[in-house]
């Protein structure tokens, strides 16, 4: 039986980690026989940034490139090659620095490199839509409004959901914990016996409207 953390914390008024429900659970018997991350689009955009184009230079040994210099914020600033048509000084941008691994459409992941590019140095890529999972548009960078936080993560930004879904190999003898509700009021239970929650903490219903 698969579980979401999601709804779990919302069905326990308490932020509690994922190591920490995992561990319980086994203890009482819903043993988790996995853990898996997931996102609302692949990689979840983990490890993209917002940054800002400060210059934009021609490629020296190639007419279609550009160099340009990007900037994080906090004074770090980097070094670009840019293929796209639509770059442009004082553009917000997404930027995946070296070390990043980004996951296209209809594509494998990559992960960016530092490298060369026509004898010259590039420290990572500014992302297209269908680069990093978000669209199809490959005509371009993305171009992002004005007021977009440099340094802010990208998954922040775009408001990109994740959540953990614990496996639980289900017994016939737990059939009480075949739902979320059901898992939730075990784990209080164990919450309030390992002292790590008030003895009164109940869980979040949701009322039930009846139709008039």
Not at 11 to 21: A, G, K
Not at 70 to 92: F, L, R
Request: a neutral charge; glycine letters at 10%; one cysteine or more.
């Amino acid at each position: 039986m698969k579980i979401s953390y999601n709804w779990l914390k919302n069905i326990i008024p308490l932020d509690i980690s994922v190591e920490l429900i995992g561990s319980i659970l086994t203890d009482i018997g819903l043993e988790v026989e996995k853990t898996e991350t997931i996102s609302s689009i692949d990689g979840g955009l983990e490890g993209l940034l917002i940054g800002v184009i400060e210059s934009k230079d021609k490629h020296p040994n190639a007419d279609k490139l550009t160099v340009a210099t990007v900037s994080i914020g906090k004074g770090k600033t980097y070094q670009i090659i840019c293929g796209a048509p639509n770059v442009k000084k004082g553009q917000k941008i997404v930027v995946a620095l070296p070390g990043t691994t980004i996951y296209p459409l209809k594509k494998d992941p990559l992960t960016i490199n530092k490298t060369k590019i026509r004898g010259v140095e590039s420290l990572g890529m500014i992302c297209a839509e269908d680069e990093i999972g978000i669209g199809e548009n490959h005509d371009g960078i993305i171009i992002l409004d004005k007021d977009a936080p440099v340094g802010q993560k990208a998954k922040d930004y775009f408001k990109i959901e994740e959540d953990s879904i614990f496996e639980i190999g289900l017994t016939p003898n737990r059939a009480a914990a075949m739902s979320h509700y059901g898992v939730a009021r075990d784990l209080l239970a164990a919450l309030k016996y390992k002292g790590l929650v008030p003895i009164d903490m109940k869980l979040n219903c949701f009322e039930v409207k009846k139709l008039k």
